[in-house]
């Protein structure tokens, strides 16, 4: 403890060497600069907001597809082929209640159809409904028949695709949840324990995610699926759309490029948020005032893709909104892209996978998923265009043979199941390129094109395939 650090020596240091071209005071001389070697992309040019000198040739094709919107030539709802007038729906009855697809004057569909659709309903219509549900519930009781539920039925044999509507629907078929029932007693419990928290959510005008609403009651709940079902379930009953129960699942897609919006009182330039974009708010009720000069909508399914399109800043060169919901696309990022296309009247363009999977990504956007069917209106986006990757740009662009993935079986099966299905057949295009992936057994993702150079995509690959209107 006694012992003293020793003193440090310092010797001063012999002077050194003055280098030539240095300063007196030894600081080194500035060096002329000489300009740098031009690169394939200069990184200044790619965060130039100034278009491509070739981007009224290229988008002259996508232009006229956007005069077809804004005429009213391109309808939210496309009839199937041998349709010759649009089919309408009625309202039957109160929230939650069938509505009847009417055959309009002229029209070949078979007969009419009793589905469930839901509304985009007021906070205050939602809590009344609830309200409602809860005095009929409590009624059932006092009669004598237990705690019973009367709810649209979600299974897979009740959900059907309309060629009138061009999506996925839900049938009129309902059941019965009971208190009294052993099987069913838990779900019921769940299905009044998520109506009362439901109930204080809108009461006190927040939003939570499905998680938060999971953890309120983890022994009632077990499992999240239980609880997210059941949510699904109350939005049939009530008739309102699951963004209108605000609760809402974590974000996950992105935007970038040529939009501008207020999100819940915040102004938004999704030109300036940097290489990754802007996420996606789950809360698509809170975004107003939305502006934009693109002349299309890029819909990306690869995350890697995406963030391509950013970083080379491909929305400036060729003004456009590129959106991605980084694979299996999720609820906030399907009502973004509907209510961009609805309100600002620009065709969407798609980029996915060559793969049976990404054709299926692709379909849920316009048709809608089985899950969510009973508010496939609000969710699905109709006529977006197939851009690529598409089997046949494998041999046009001649993408080598190591990255022509082979499908396995259960691809090869996905594919044939696509090829029976009835939206798949209502489009001969998306037709025969299937038929050419089940009959060569070759798949092939995006950043394949990236064998050619990394921005192969940006710089030729997009440019070429907008400009000769290659999509279906």
């Given amino acids: 403890a006694d012992q003293r650090l020793a003193p440090i020596s310092l010797r001063r240091m012999p002077p ?72 309408r729906l009625a309202p039957t009855g109160a929230d939650g209640a069938p509505l009847t697809l009417v055959k309009s004057e002229g029209s070949t569909a078979t007969a009419a159809k009793e589905i469930v ?38 299974s897979s044999t009740n959900q059907v695709y309309v060629p009138e509507l061009d999506r996925i ?40 995610t499905k998680r938060d609403m999971f953890y309120t009651d983890v022994k009632l709940f077990v499992d999240q699926n239980d609880s997210d079902g059941v949510l699904d379930d109350v939005a049939t009953m009530v008739g309102c759309t699951r963004s209108n129960l605000n609760v809402v699942a974590s974000d996950k897609g992105l935007v970038v490029g040529r939009i501008s919006f207020v999100e819940d009182g915040d102004p938004i330039d999704c030109t300036r ?58 609820v906030a990022t399907r009502m973004f892209l509907r209510r961009i296309k609805h309100e600002l009247k620009i065709p969407v363009l798609a980029l996915v996978d060559s793969d049976p999977y990404g054709l299926k990504i692709l379909s849920v956007y316009m048709t809608g998923s089985k899950n969510m069917s009973y508010d496939s ?66 798949k092939a993702e995006i950043q394949a094109l990236s064998s050619f150079g990394f921005q192969f995509i940006t710089e030729v690959y997009l440019p070429r395939k907008i400009r000769e209107g290659d999509w279906v």
């Fill in 16 to 87: 050194r060497k003055k280098k030539p071209g240095a300063t007196t005071s030894g600081a080194p001389a500035k060096r002329k600069r000489t300009p740098a070697k031009s690169s394939a992309v200069d990184p200044a040019s790619a965060r130039s907001t100034a278009p491509a000198a070739d981007a009224d040739d290229v988008l002259a094709k996508v232009r006229e597809l956007q005069d077809a919107l804004r005429s009213g030539n391109g309808a939210d709802i496309r009839p199937s082929a041998g349709v010759t007038a649009t089919a």
């Fill in 117 to 154: 659709e839901v509304s985009d309903l007021p906070t205050s219509r939602v809590l009344e409904s609830i309200e409602a549900i809860a005095v009929r519930a409590a009624h059932s009781v006092l009669a004598g028949r237990g705690l019973t539920f009367s709810i649209p039925s979600r």
């Fill in 169 to 208: 629907v839900l049938g009129d078929k309902r059941g019965s949840r009971s208190i009294s029932s052993v099987r069913e007693a838990r779900k019921t419990a769940i299905t009044v324990r998520v109506m009362e928290l439901i109930s204080q959510v809108l009461a006190k005008g927040i939003h939570i």
């Fill in 273 to 330: 948020m940097g290489v990754g974009g802007k996420a996606i708010p789950p809360y698509i009720d809170k975004i107003t005032d939305i502006t934009s000069d693109a002349d299309f909508v890029l819909l990306v399914e690869k995350e890697a893709a995406y963030m391509r399109m950013a970083e080379d800043r491909f929305y400036n060169k060729y003004p456009c909104i590129v959106i991605t919901a980084k694979g299996q696309p999720d």
């Fill in 377 to 442: 209106a609000s969710l699905t986006t109709p006529d977006i265009k197939w851009l690529g990757l598409r089997p046949s740009d494998l041999d046009r662009y001649d993408l080598p043979e190591q990255c022509r993935l082979d499908m396995t079986e259960h691809d090869i099966k996905t594919g044939k199941e696509l090829l029976n299905e009835e939206f798949v057949q209502n489009n001969p295009a998306w037709m025969k390129e299937l038929q050419i992936m089940v009959k060569t057994k070759k």
